[in-house]
Each structure stands twice: as C-alpha cells, then as structure tokens.
C-alpha cells in the first residue's frame, strides 16, 4: 500500500468507522491529520491519542491554523456522506477553493494499483470482511479497511506495506461502492434498504450487478445463491449456501458453536466458530471461498476460523455470567433482527429474551415498519426506544409508538434512553440484547454497569 501524495488531510464525520479507517491508514504513513466530528467517542479517543488533532466545534474558526497554513494544493478534505449539507466546516473548505472529495472517492485514491476484495451485502459485510482479513492476516498477509472494530485486531484497519491485497467493506450506501475496481468481489446478500437512496428494489439490485460487474475477470466473484441477477456478469462466479459449497451440521456442543464446511470439494468437520448461527457460518464460507482462491491452505482456514474473536457490536458479549447474558448487536435491519433472534434461540433454547431496539432513520422504519414488527415479535419481551434520525427529518405518522402498535407481544414498552437502565433492571428475562445501529452504543456500559450491580445486590 502506497501513501498518498498529499501533506496533510482534514476529515470531516472523521468519528465514523469508515471514516476512521482512513484516519488510521495516513496516521500509518505519518500524514498530519486534523478532523471534525459532532461529538467524542472511544473513536475519536483513540485518534487522538495516537496524535491526531479533532474539534467537536462546527465552526470555521475551529479549523487549526496548522492546516489552514499549508497550500490548499497540498492538502486533502474528505468528508462522509452521513455530513449534513448546511454543515459550515464542510462549507469553509467549499467556498475557499480546498479539494473536497467523499470517503468513497478518497478510498478509491488510496486503493489504486492494490488487488481490492470487496466485501458487498446487505447483510453480513462487516463480519464477513473480518473473518477474510483474519484469514488472510494469519497467512498470507493483506491490508483491511473494515467496517468495525475486530476483536482481532483491536482496530477497523489492518496495514501490511509488503501485500498488495486489501479488504475493503463495500458500501452500497450512496452508491459508494461503485467507485471500487474490486479484483475479487464478495456479495452476501441482496434485499432492499436505503430506499431513500434507491428507487425500489429493482433499482438496488441492479446498482448491484453494475458493482459486481466491475470485479476483474482473473479474480472472481463469490455470491450467496439467493443473490439473482437477470442479466450475466462478466466476470467467473463461485455460489455457496445451497450448492457446492455449503455448511452442514450446525449444532451446539458443550456451549459452542460448530458446523462442517463443505469448501471446493473437501468436508472440514466440525469446525469451532465463536459466532452461532446459520447465517455467521455462511459469512465465515464465504471469506473462506475467497481465501482458498488467493491460496490459502484449507488447514490454515480453519485454524484462523477457529481463532477468530468476532467484530464489536456483532453479537458482542457484554455480560456472560451463569445468571445473565448481555449481548450487543448492530441489527438494524428486519433481516439482520431475524438472524440474530434465531441464533439467540439456538444457543439458548427455552431462555427468556428481553430485546432493547432503536430503530434507526425514519425512512428505514417506514419502509419495513410490517418486516419489523413481525420479527421484534419473536422476542419474549421488547422495551423499543424512539427513531435514531441521523441525517433525516422526522416523517409524518412514522413513530416508535406506532411500531409498538403492532409489535404482537404481551410484554412491550416505549422506552426514553434516559430511563432505560430502570426500565431493565425492573424487568425479568435471561438474555437481554440491545439492538441498533443508532447511538444505542452509548447505552450499552451504563446498562452493563447497572446489571451487574443489580445482581450484586441480589446475590
């Protein structure tokens, strides 16, 4: 991986985990780097920790002269999509003439001359470009841009100066991942989100296939076999799920997870996985589809499997104890919901589930307002917190309330952030897991703090 020619950087949403990434990735090559964001995180933290400048200010007069000094043709502004228009930085370095590109387009820069393995999905992305860059970290070696902190790694970017290979999360958001020139891509899934961005879901499948079909023909795309495109692809593909290549056996021995991997012929028995359910066991087939093309030997795979940790906020155990389980997830999506109650019911059957969700955009909650309601059911008990907005304006009749409504649950409750910890503690379940892809995450050490001395005082 190369450094960009440029002598400092500014990024704006710089506590985003995408953003973030890049942050890292030029703090490795010793770029000077100045950011904004809207308010400090463990993110933000750790950036500046390692030295890198941040304001939480939106005004220009925020910005550090030690930026604002170097010629504007030195210099780079990259800004996330997630960034209000009106926001008055973003606007600063506008209307003074700076080059101002989005994350995808600064990725794009970066990626240049590398072999790019593109992770694509509506589900799945995060975890499954973890487990390849764990792979590929354990054997051959590669870089990664991730869209989550790996328990791995301890980071969302991993750098190796002497590999040419580079994971790269694929979003579909904003159509981003259309700026990626993938050598390999990975597509995991396809049901339709982001319709505020995309049509209907004819529109974001084939945004889709127009992405897949930038994959290089010597490198190959790997797709799950629900993914279906009406018109051919360019490039070779390689399906799992149903066909050749397949899991088998899922099952639960002495509290673990285990399956078979049915990989290019061979039948790697009861392979020990930390993430349970079906739909982890396909991420890990599909990375390990990906690794065994680029030459990775089939018992390097699984040993890497077998050691890989998980990804924060992907079925992340907060509290693990005889008396309580507390598990945080990112799902933030009907489907993603789905996946993540069944696994919890195959791990832990006849275990009572308490789930805290906060849905996230209003437009997301519109669109699959029925979706949601039928899989927030499955739960035993739900304490639903309101609307994350982000970056939308509320919509008319769209509301928390009116999901509850139709939630089929005997025990449900709206819920603010701020009671929230009382709200728990006076409940009864076995599991408890908070939900979303909001700033539920600020709710997760509270409610974890507030647990275990709920139980203290108990026992």
């Excluded at 304001?55 to 209000?84: G, H």
């Excluded at 018992?299 to 598990?327: M, Q, T, W």
């Excluded at 009572?352 to 039928?374: C, E, N, W, Y």
Aim: overall charge negative; charged content about 25%; aromatic content about 8%.
């Amino acid at each position: 991986m190369k450094k960009l020619n440029i002598h400092s950087a500014y990024l704006i949403g710089i506590g985003g985990i995408g953003m973030s990434a890049l942050a890292h990735y030029m703090n490795a090559f010793d770029i000077p780097i100045y950011g904004y964001d809207r308010t400090s995180s463990s993110i933000t933290t750790d950036l500046e920790n390692r030295g890198i400048s941040i304001t939480y200010n939106d005004q220009e007069e925020s910005i550090e002269t030690d930026f604002l000094n170097v010629e504007k043709s030195n210099v780079l502004v990259i800004y996330t999509p997630a960034i209000p228009k009106d926001q008055r930085i973003l606007k600063f370095f506008r209307d003074e003439g700076y080059k101002v590109l989005k994350r995808s387009d600064a990725l794009a820069l970066v990626l240049k001359e590398m072999k790019v393995l593109a992770v694509a999905g509506t589900h799945g992305k995060t975890t499954t470009s973890s487990i390849l860059a764990h792979i590929l970290n354990e054997s051959i070696g590669c870089n990664a841009f991730l869209g989550g902190i790996s328990t791995n790694l301890k980071s969302n970017f991993l750098l190796n100066k002497s590999s040419d290979l580079v994971v790269v999360e694929a979003d579909e958001y904003d159509r981003s991942f259309l700026k990626l020139e993938p050598f390999i891509s990975i597509i995991t899934s396809i049901e339709a989100d982001h319709l505020d961005i995309y049509r209907d879901q004819a529109d974001f499948q084939n945004t889709f296939w127009s992405f897949a079909n930038r994959t290089a023909n010597e490198g190959g795309i790997v797709k799950h076999d629900s993914v279906k495109f009406n018109e051919e692809l360019n490039a070779a593909i390689v399906n799992y799920g149903a066909s050749a290549n397949r899991v088998e056996n899922l099952k639960i021995d002495q509290g673990r997870f285990q399956f078979d991997m049915i990989l290019d012929n061979d039948r790697l028995e009861g392979i020990c996985f930390h993430l349970p359910g079906e739909y982890n066991a396909l991420n890990a087939l599909a990375a390990s589809i990906t690794a065994n093309k680029l030459g990775v030997e089939k018992s390097e795979i699984r040993a890497a499997l077998e050691s890989y940790h998980g990804v924060k906020r992907r079925f992340e155990y907060i509290i693990n104890e005889p008396d309580c389980i507390y598990i945080d997830d990112y799902a933030h999506h009907p489907g993603e919901l789905k996946s993540i109650i069944s696994a919890i019911k195959l791990l832990y059957p006849g275990k009572t589930v308490l789930g805290v969700f906060q849905p996230h955009l209003f437009s997301r909650t519109r669109d699959f307002m029925i979706q949601f309601a039928k899989e927030l059911s499955e739960l035993d008990q739900l304490i639903l917190l309101d609307i994350y907005p982000a970056r939308e304006e509320p919509i008319a009749g769209v509301s928390s309330q009116v999901l509850l409504e139709k939630v089929n649950l005997d025990k449900k409750t709206l819920c603010t952030k701020a009671q929230l910890l009382k709200q728990v503690v006076q409940s009864e379940y076995d599991i408890i897991m908070t939900l979303g892809a909001g700033d539920i995450d600020r709710c997760v050490q509270p409610l974890k703090e507030g647990i275990l001395n709920e139980l203290s005082i108990k026992s």
